[in-house]
T-cell receptor, first 114, second 114 residues
Framework: DTEVTQTPKHLVMGMTNKKSLKCEQHMGHRAMYWYKQKAKKPPELMFVYSYEKLSINESVPSRFSPECPNSSLLNLHLHALQPEDSALYLCASSTSQGAREKLFFGSGTQLSVL | QQQVKQSPQSLIVQKGGISIINCAYE??????FPWYQQFPGKGPALLIA?????SEKKEGRFTISFNKSAKQFSLHIMDSQPGDSATYFCAASSSVDSSYKLIFGSGTRLLVRP
């Protein structure tokens, strides 16, 4: 099973809402990532978890809050987002943070903030 | 120094033709150069990757050519097919940087006409 599963696939939220994006992998990977991708742009790294500990935070605003409950799950909690946060949010995983050759992306959550 | 410059922005090729996408970098510490393929509504998927100790790597119809002295690398798609129509991202990362962060190019939208 070489799959990274993200839910929901689509999400529409208001600026005062609280929502969460979920990501799951069962490949035994110990590094998990959140990326943000605007239309017609490359993915931008947001967070990296390595062995369930936050390893990298790319100066992401606090309205985005990541959580790694266990080695298979990664959440991104959203609160008080702005319309400019509308984007495709991609989860990815790899066997370890340095295992660049084995980075698998999920299909993403398309987020619209109204 | 951290940028990867990708060209062209878009490319139209006839079925059976050769598609060529180019990338250039400045950071000589980069030691891993992958290409990702992304279809609409999907996350990027690793297509092929190369390390600087080889000048060419071929996998099926896909070939990476690497020129270390010029700090350039390119993706060649032979016998291009309509199913190859997608966005292609080159990327680079350095093992000297403990984050192993992937630096993506800006992307090339490829359309293969039947």
């Amino acid at each position: 099973d070489t799959e990274v599963t993200q839910t929901p696939k689509h999400l529409v939220m208001g600026m005062t809402n609280k929502k969460s994006l979920k990501c799951e992998q069962h490949m035994g990977h110990r590094a998990m990532y959140w990326y943000k991708q605007k239309a017609k742009k490359p993915p931008e790294l947001m967070f990296v978890y390595s062995y369930e500990k936050l390893s990298i935070n790319e100066s992401v605003p606090s309205r985005f809050s990541p959580e790694c409950p266990n080695s298979s799950l990664l959440n991104l909690h959203l609160h008080a987002l702005q319309p400019e946060d509308s984007a495709l949010y991609l989860c990815a995983s790899s066997t370890s943070q340095g295992a660049r050759e084995k980075l698998f992306f999920g299909s993403g959550t398309q987020l619209s903030v109204l | 120094q951290q940028q990867v410059k990708q060209s062209p922005q878009s490319l139209i090729v006839q079925k059976g033709g050769i598609s060529i996408i180019n990338c250039a970098y400045e950071n000589t510490a980069f030691d891993y150069f992958p290409w990702y393929q992304q279809f609409p509504g999907k996350g990027p998927a690793l297509l092929i990757a190369i390390r600087p100790d080889v000048s060419e790597k071929k996998e099926g119809r896909f070939t990476i050519s690497f020129n270390k002295s010029a700090k350039q690398f390119s993706l060649h798609i032979m016998d291009s097919q309509p199913g190859d129509s997608a966005t292609y991202f080159c990327a680079a990362s350095s093992s000297v940087d403990s984050s192993y962060k992937l630096i993506f190019g800006s992307g090339t939208r490829l359309l293969v006409r039947p």
